[in-house]
């Protein structure tokens, strides 16, 4: 027995990522949520060059499409290779079939020229036809200027801004520092710990949120609307829903799986075609929340786009070769912990 939905959206992920696993252990071990930024994600930020970028990115997206996954925003930082970082995503999304909504989180950490390259990159991209945001990393790592400059860029773009807020304890000021930039259109990552109303869409990564120890976002208690992201940690949407589901009913009993479920179709706000890609999963009730929250292994069989291309086919991939994705990726990760 089979059953469709349409494609679901990764509301946040880094893209980057997609070759950390495995990697070396940092010089130090992390205690907290700030040393592990330090000790892991900024080393490796910093050590991407493009080609790393383009197969961390393929290699992503192509996990993404074998779990039904046809729609990714995407938030990225390479310090070192910035300009035309971007365009490397969205071509290596685009390959695999999947669409991305991409953007560079821009950052006062390399000094304040590396944050205005981080602006222009998002400019450009965008200025030239690409699908994007302007990305922000998150307000302790950027001055006031830059976050003005940021939403500037935005509103003249016509777009919204894409940054995480208050994810950890360092970061407790930056619903002062942001509210009156904060716009409808915004999309607020993680929220921990925010102690005030924002406008904008809330992105919520309950796993991620577990995995870095910053503790439980709460979202259900917001007045905003929710998506479901994963930060970085692949992008199967169905097992995200179940762990935002466990994640709440800790918090609060009486809450259904109605909830999180409405969280994944929130994402066709960012990429409403979306909506019109058909996924068939190996389990005929894949488009019911009560059986999704309780049914493990559940996977897409084919996958076909709102403009009729078959992209997945008894679970693979049919316009690229996933043998090779995989081995390049490889490879490519080898490079990056040479760096590290």
Same mark, same amino acid.
């Given at each position: 027995?089979?059953?469709?939905?349409?494609?679901?959206?990764?509301?946040?992920?880094?893209?980057?990522?997609?070759?950390?696993?495995?990697?070396?252990?940092?010089?130090?071990?992390?205690?907290?949520?700030?040393?592990?930024?330090?000790?892991?994600?900024?080393?490796?930020?910093?050590?991407?060059?493009?080609?790393?970028?383009?197969?961390?990115?393929?290699?992503?997206? @192509?996990?993404?499409?074998?779990?039904?996954?046809? &729609?990714?925003? %995407?938030? /990225?930082? +390479?310090?070192?290779?910035?300009? #035309?970082?971007?365009?490397?995503?969205?071509?290596?999304?685009?390959? @695999?079939?999947?669409?991305?909504?991409?953007?560079? &989180?821009?950052? %006062?950490? /390399?000094? +304040?020229?590396?944050?205005?390259? #981080?602006l222009e990159e998002n400019r450009r991209f965008i200025a030239s036809g690409g699908r994007g945001m302007?990305?922000?990393?998150?307000a302790f790592t950027c001055s006031d200027e830059l976050l003005e400059s940021a939403s500037g860029l935005?509103?003249?773009?016509?777009?919204?801004?894409?940054?995480?807020?208050?994810?950890?304890?360092?970061?407790?000021?930056?619903?002062?520092?942001?509210?009156?930039?904060?716009?409808?259109?915004?999309?607020?990552?993680?929220?921990?710990?925010?102690?005030?109303?924002?406008?904008?869409?809330?992105?919520?990564?309950?796993?991620?949120?577990?995995?870095?120890?910053?503790g439980y976002a709460h979202p259900s208690r917001r007045a905003n609307k929710i998506i479901l992201g994963?930060?970085?940690?692949?992008?199967?949407?169905?097992?995200?829903?179940?762990?935002?589901?466990?994640?709440?009913?800790?918090?609060?009993?009486?809450?259904?799986?109605?909830?999180?479920?409405?969280?994944?179709?929130?994402?066709?706000?960012?990429?409403?075609?979306?909506?019109?890609?058909?996924?068939?999963?190996?389990?005929?009730?894949?488009?019911?929340?009560?059986?999704?929250?309780?049914?493990?292994?559940?996977?897409?069989?084919?996958?076909?786009?709102?403009?009729?291309?078959?992209?997945?086919?008894?679970?693979?991939?049919?316009?690229?070769?996933?043998?090779?994705?995989?081995?390049?990726?490889?490879?490519?990760?080898?490079?990056?912990?040479?760096?590290?």
């Amino acid at each position: 027995m089979a059953s469709t939905t349409p494609g679901l959206v990764c509301g946040h992920h880094h893209l980057y990522s997609s070759l950390a696993r495995g990697m070396p252990a940092p010089p130090l071990q992390p205690t907290n949520f700030l040393e592990i930024l330090q000790q892991v994600w900024w080393r490796l930020d910093t050590a991407l060059d493009l080609e790393m970028i383009y197969w961390s990115a393929k290699l992503g997206a @192509v996990e993404a499409l074998m779990s039904g996954t046809t &729609g990714i925003i %995407d938030h /990225h930082e +390479s310090p070192n290779a910035i300009e #035309g970082s971007l365009d490397v995503i969205a071509q290596a999304c685009s390959e @695999v079939g999947v669409r991305v909504v991409c953007s560079y &989180g821009v950052t %006062d950490r /390399h000094g +304040s020229a590396a944050g205005r390259r #981080g602006l222009e990159e998002n400019r450009r991209f965008i200025a030239s036809g690409g699908r994007g945001m302007v990305g922000v990393h998150a307000a302790f790592t950027c001055s006031d200027e830059l976050l003005e400059s940021a939403s500037g860029l935005a509103n003249d773009l016509g777009v919204g801004v894409h940054i995480h807020v208050a994810e950890g304890i360092d970061d407790l000021a930056a619903g002062k520092r942001l509210e009156q930039l904060a716009q409808d259109d915004w999309l607020l990552v993680h929220c921990v710990h925010l102690d005030r109303e924002l406008r904008g869409t809330i992105a919520h990564n309950p796993r991620s949120n577990m995995n870095n120890g910053v503790g439980y976002a709460h979202p259900s208690r917001r007045a905003n609307k929710i998506i479901l992201g994963t930060d970085g940690i692949g992008a199967d949407m169905l097992e995200e829903m179940r762990l935002a589901y466990v994640a709440y009913r800790a918090d609060e009993v009486t809450l259904s799986p109605d909830l999180a479920w409405s969280w994944l179709e929130n994402g066709y706000d960012f990429i409403p075609e979306c909506r019109d890609d058909q996924v068939t999963w190996n389990y005929d009730h894949s488009d019911s929340p009560w059986h999704v929250a309780f049914t493990p292994g559940i996977r897409a069989i084919n996958v076909r786009s709102a403009e009729g291309e078959e992209l997945l086919h008894d679970g693979l991939p049919t316009l690229v070769d996933l043998h090779e994705i995989r081995s390049k990726a490889s490879e490519a990760a080898i490079r990056l912990f040479a760096k590290l």
